[in-house]
């Protein structure tokens, strides 16, 4: 492949797949060549919106942070990776050096760089460059399609860390999406004793079956009323809930939240939705129960790697879609219809 | 011999009754307490204005009031160790089972069968002669006084704020709201080593009282749009707030909080405003900031006493604004209603 086709934004509603100049890696960074990169409904509102929260797209990006590739350039001074490893691509890249970094929290950087969706391209391209650091090699036993997966796995295993879920805990994930589906399986894999997977789509909570969930939930009474569908939620619980996972971003799903779990008890908020909205922050403070949130993944990606080439995660399944990199536009389309649960887009062909 | 328990009683919203109750018999593990001072919390105000606080305590019998209670033992059952006849001592209110599991993980705040003072059905201390197990009754050492007592409880919900917020050495802290709450939460977090206080409100008298005691940073955010007021509290502090601390109960505030708070830091729900409020919550998640609120306080009583004996609170009394009589209860309640008259804290007391 003598150039890079790159699916890039421009701005709102401007996407454009365009012939590029193959780029080069600097010292301690990689050339990938790009495989499978899954597509995030962040993706999708980079195209609708042409922004990140307040961070307008002024200059072209390319796009993808849910990256798998193989390393086919070395730059100066890498010595942890080979030409043809198959790596999966940590789309964080943070400063190294600020306050949050240096405490331990670089993923709230106050320099964040996430390539394909702040300051950086991504992966929906021939090729990318990325820092060594950020790469993690795929056991032979992963296929590419499951490292891309390793990024939203690893939003799902930073939110059960982030919310200090302890062993025997009874956990409740709200939103069988991607990320709710992984969510799922970390809070099982990391020692909850049961997890209950909410939603109102009932070919998702089936997948979520076929997934290992402990038990299924589809609400009946509306969300207009969060305490009384929290009173339907937590009878088929048969308990209050330790932590309950948000990750659906729908409208009153956070006070349903708040009303099924236990005094003391924490909501994890990982499905982003509307920026303002009515939450029922009273009832939570009777019952001190906290409302978390986090952002990305904290360095987690060996550990979602381990879990997956174990066998202990299952993030194949939640694949539906495969579409070659010239069809970014119907993924972006299906993800908006939510036929699909997860799109992915091969870059090998390209 | 019938001896006089003067009590005050609300037996309805706005029917608060001064009458002679029976004095409690003693259990073998209680102490029986003549009451002192006893101060008066915005909770008190709302039972007696709606009958009613915080959405789900609701008045459903006569109940005496007050909860900010301290008081001299008068006599013991027969298997209390920690106290003797003539001990002061400052009333914790909250008496929680001690047995379920969130109780045995510390957090027995949140016990579901906690039996708290003035909170309905549990009659308060607003009285002449109280009934208490002693294992919830403080004693206070020589240097700290009754009236000193009596203000240990408001200054507990400031001490458990901080903790939830994880207020240490070198915070940079934001109390939204200078009541007495907002004050005793930047005493408190300055005793925790927090590098500065930020106090924000909507009154400059309030203000200017707590730049007097001590804020480091005073603004007035009436009429300011949120993200406006945290840059304003961002430029001035030199950086932004770890933690917030919420005391002023409005909605405002806890928005201001998550647009003036550094990512990582938390945001502390103390006052009590609208139940379900719009706030910028994806903001708070994606910057992760946490909100948390906080329900009375568990095992912060000692830490109170210490830092009062310590003398590392010089200005806590001058909070106490009224005085009065138990007879004058509801003359107090009025005071502590009317916007005229000033007050900061209330003080009853029930030996006059």
Known sequence: ?350 | MAVKNLSAVLHAKLDLRLENRDVPAIGEEDVLIRMGPVGICGSDIKYWTHGYCSGVFVLRAPMVLGHEGAGTVVQTGSKVGNLKVGDRVAIEPGVPCLRCRICREGRYNLCPRMQFCATPPVHGNLTRLFKHPAAFCHRLPESVDLEHGALVEPLAVAIHACNRGGVKAGSLVLVCGAGPVGLLCMWVAKCAGALGVVVTDIDDQRLAFAKEKGADYVINVRGVEEPIAAQQIISAAGCSPDVTIECSGSDYSMTLGIHATHPGGSVVQVGRGTQIPSIPLTLAATKEVDIKGVFRYANCYPTAISLISSGQLPGLKSLISHHFPLAETEMAFKTALSRDAGAIKIIIECDQ
């Open chain 1, 1 to 350: 492949m003598s150039t890079n086709r790159a699916v890039r934004i421009h701005g709102k509603n401007d996407i454009r797949i365009e012939d590029l100049p193959i780029p080069e890696p600097q010292e301690n960074w990689v050339q990938l060549r790009m495989s499978t990169v899954g597509l995030c409904r962040t993706d999708v509102h980079l195209y609708d919106e042409g922004r990140v929260d307040h961070i307008v797209i002024n200059k072209p990006i390319t796009i993808g942070h849910e990256i798998s590739g193989r390393v086919s350039k070395l730059g100066q001074g890498v010595t942890d990776l080979n030409v043809g490893d198959r790596v999966a691509v940590d789309p964080l890249r943070s400063c190294g050096g600020c306050h949050q970094c240096s405490r331990g929290r670089s993923n709230i950087c106050r320099q964040l760089h996430c390539s394909g969706v702040l300051h950086a391209d991504g992966g929906f391209a021939t090729y990318m460059v990325a820092p060594a650091k950020t790469c993690y090699k795929i056991p032979d036993n992963m296929s590419m399609e499951e490292g891309a997966m390793m990024e939203p796995l690893s939003v799902g295993v930073n939110g059960v860390k982030r919310a200090r879920m302890v062993e025997g805990d009874v956990v409740v994930v709200m939103g069988a999406g991607p990320v709710g589906l992984f969510a799922m399986q970390a809070a099982k894999a990391l020692g909850a004793s049961r997890v209950m997977m909410v939603d109102i789509n009932p070919k998702r909570l089936e997948l979520a079956l076929k997934m290992g969930v402990s038990q299924v939930f589809k609400p009946t009474v509306h969300l207009s009323n969060p305490k009384a569908a929290s009173e339907e939620l937590k009878a088929a619980l048969g308990d209050e809930a330790d932590l309950c996972i948000e990750c659906s971003g729908a409208p009153g799903v956070v006070d349903l939240a708040i009303h099924s779990c236990r005094p003391g008890g924490k909501v994890m908020m990982l499905g982003f939705g509307e920026m303002a909205m009515k939450v029922h922050v009273g009832m939570a403070a009777v019952r001190e129960i906290d409302i978390l949130g986090s952002f990305a993944n904290l360095h987690n990606y060996p550990e979602c790697i381990r879990l997956v080439s174990e066998g202990k995660i299952n993030v194949r399944s939640a694949i539906t879609h495969r579409l070659p990199l010239e069809n970014v536009m119907d993924g972006i389309n299906l993800v908006r219809s939510g036929e699909s649960v997860k799109v992915v887009i091969n870059c090998d062909d390209c």
